[in-house]
């Protein structure tokens, strides 16, 4: 348990890379500009919460529902798929019915800010570094966080509507990439999985024939 600030460093380097919220930062526009407020105490707070509970429990809890890493990488691709269309088309697909309170919660919090990449990456440092020093480096990164979503009227009077509305489609574009490749990446892992198992019962099918010589 001891600090290393070489390993926090080395912790806050790969997070920041892999959250990624100035890459956001257009997504965040467009969600404030569709549902107000954003929140932005709530949100890394919670965000926070998430990604601790998942470095310390993640493995079980996928375990307890019978999902792996790949699954949930390629449900949150879908749903990073869906915040493009919206970018890229004008159009509303996610339902705004929660409570303005909570409505900030998808897409921002998952699968934006804890992601599937962000769980992944957690995972990785827990067999690398000490739990303290990934802990300290997260928390630096929710700071940031907070610092970009608090920012959000200043980046929108620097930009004007019509600067948001090209950085809209353009990362809208960014984006919808992004979820295909996530898809796809994540998707051979699952078909591979498949294939192995239905071998697998191929296999004691046979091996059941030869026994009992039918």
Do not use: H, W
């Not at 993640?58 to 493009?84: H, P, Q, R, T, Y």
């Not at 909570?102 to 804890?114: D, E, G, T």
């Not at 998707?187 to 498949?194: E, G, H, K, R, V």
């Amino acid at each position: 348990m001891n600090i290393d600030f070489k390993e926090i460093v080395s912790a806050f380097v790969v997070l920041f890379a892999i959250i990624d919220v100035t890459g956001c930062i257009p997504v965040i526009l467009d969600l404030k500009q569709k549902r107000g407020e954003l929140y932005p105490a709530r949100v890394t707070i919670i965000s926070f919460f998430t990604l601790t509970v998942f470095l310390f429990l993640g493995e079980v809890i996928l375990k307890l529902f019978g999902v792996d890493l790949s699954s949930f990488a390629v449900a949150g691709s879908i749903v990073i798929f869906l915040i493009a269309l919206e970018m890229i088309l004008d159009i509303n697909i996610f339902g705004d019915k929660s409570p303005k309170e909570v409505s900030f919660i998808v897409p921002l919090v998952f699968p934006l800010i804890a992601g599937a990449g962000s769980f992944t990456t957690l995972l990785s440092l827990r067999a690398e570094f000490g739990i303290i020093n990934i802990i300290i480096a997260l928390a630096l990164n929710m700071g940031f966080v907070y610092f970009v979503l608090k920012s959000t009227g200043v980046i929108e009077k620097i930009l004007g509507k019509g600067g948001i509305y090209v950085l809209r489609k353009f990362f809208g574009i960014i984006l919808l990439a992004i979820s295909v490749k996530l898809f796809t990446s994540n998707l051979d892992p699952l078909l591979n999985q498949l294939a192995f198992v239905k071998d697998t019962e191929a296999i004691r099918i046979f091996l059941e024939q030869t026994l009992t010589g039918k």
